[in-house]
């Protein structure tokens, strides 16, 4: 890194370069110029401003990307979202903030799973107290998968809080409290009254997303459930009806034409063990816009094997698959999302900007961020991340700032 202050008088500009650029679908050479945190177009601060940049950063060749999203993210390094005590809430949530960035993520929303309704009240009072600071992800707010599931397909969940008899707003409020800092819900759209509650949400909540998931529902609920407004699948393939040539399930929603104009999304882990390679390539080529990758890590992400937990349930890891002690039933993951875009990148032989699309640019586009987040557009945040030609991380930037280096990596030196 070479440091060069200027004569030029104005804020502290930085100018990533010789590197690769991840950029409208492509992978280009080119810069990346940033100052407060935002990435800059340079021929407006040369020609305006007549500035050069005061710190030049050679990036020797690596691909410089948008920062990776992982919208499900049940815990991670030991921490689980769904057993968090009363005044540690937000002291976990930025454990897991600053343990992220070594693996590129700079942007996840905490994932709760069905948990005793006092247990919404006391981790949903709302994220105001969580510091801005550089040195850690972004939370862009809470993953709510659950109660309102299906007891068929709960899959880890706890059954003894499973809502699946009935769904109405005050349902919702009733059990969530507060829907604040709440960005995604997930239910089965098969339980009575579900259609109208994703209407209200739409209409009264339209930052909430509604997300489609451990469900029973057949084709045609799943698709009017989508026209209803949900606009996301959750972890296609898991915890729903198996795909059948005649009666698709909500795998069919990959190909539908009748779900309305909408985008639709299908969030899937690309861990390796829970969808196939060649399920990977059937959901890519049906729908590659859509695809979203997830990690739905567990809190024995990043810890060695043995037994966990998740929520009230006990969870044994070994040699990376997750299952319900003393089942075959799989809990979530240990992945990683670097892994994930390497996964998904080798399992449908897409393109590399394809792949890291999957992680930023799709979920940035479903909670409606594509404008500051998922893109290197000028005036998007400057959460980057840095990969060689393996997609293995090098370093993670954000709001400007290097904040983690692959050590003896790249641009160590």
């Not at 499900?72 to 903030?97: H, M, P, R, T, Y």
């Amino acid at each position: 890194i070479n440091k060069k202050t200027m004569t030029a008088t104005g804020v502290s500009v930085a100018r990533y370069t010789n590197c690769k650029v991840v950029c409208h679908g492509d992978v280009l050479p080119g810069d990346v110029w940033v100052r407060e945190g935002k990435i800059i177009n340079p021929t407006d601060l040369f020609y305006g401003e007549k500035k050069l940049p005061d710190t030049v950063v050679d990036c020797r060749g690596l691909i410089v990307a948008p920062g990776f999203i992982d919208i499900q993210i049940n815990g991670a390094f030991g921490v689980d979202f769904s057993s968090l005590q009363e005044g540690s809430v937000l002291e976990c949530i930025e454990k897991v903030a600053r343990g992220l960035i070594a693996y590129g993520v700079t942007s996840f929303c905490p994932t709760i799973v069905t948990s005793p309704p006092d247990y919404y009240k006391t981790v949903l009072k709302g994220l105001s107290g969580l510091q801005k600071g550089k040195n850690r992800a972004n939370v862009l707010g809470f993953h709510l998968e659950g109660p309102f599931i299906s007891m068929e397909k709960k899959g880890a969940h706890n059954r003894d809080y499973v809502l699946y008899k009935e769904l109405s707003p005050s349902a919702i409020l009733s059990c969530y409290h507060s829907l604040q800092d709440v960005c995604i819900i997930t239910l089965a759209p098969e339980i009575p009254g579900a259609m109208e509650t994703i209407r209200w949400l739409k209409e009264e909540h339209s930052d909430v997303i509604v997300s489609l998931g451990h469900s029973s529902a057949h084709l045609g609920v799943a698709e009017e459930g989508i026209r209803s407004g949900a606009k996301l699948v959750t972890h296609m393939f898991n915890a729903m009806l198996p795909f059948h040539h005649r009666y698709p399930g909500m795998v069919g929603l990959l190909a539908s034409l009748a779900i309305g104009p909408g985008p639709a999304y299908f969030s899937l882990i690309t861990d390796g063990i829970h969808a196939h390679e060649t399920v990977q390539r059937i959901a890519f080529k049906a729908n590659p816009q859509g695809i979203i990758l997830i990690t739905d890590a567990l809190p024995a992400t990043g810890l060695p094997d043995g037994i966990h937990v998740l929520g009230l349930m006990t969870v044994t890891v070994k040699g990376g698959v997750a299952t319900i002690t003393g089942t075959d039933t799989l809990a979530g993951s240990v992945v990683t999302m670097d892994i994930c875009v390497k996964e998904f990148k080798k399992a449908t032989d897409c393109t590399l900007a394809q792949a890291i699309e999957a992680a930023t640019l799709h979920p940035a586009q479903l909670l409606g961020l594509e404008g500051t987040k998922g893109t290197l557009n000028y005036g998007a945040d400057a959460d980057l991340v840095f990969l060689d030609e393996s997609l293995t991380v090098q370093a993670t930037c954000v709001a400007g700032d290097i904040v983690w280096k692959a050590p003896g990596g790249v641009l160590c030196s």
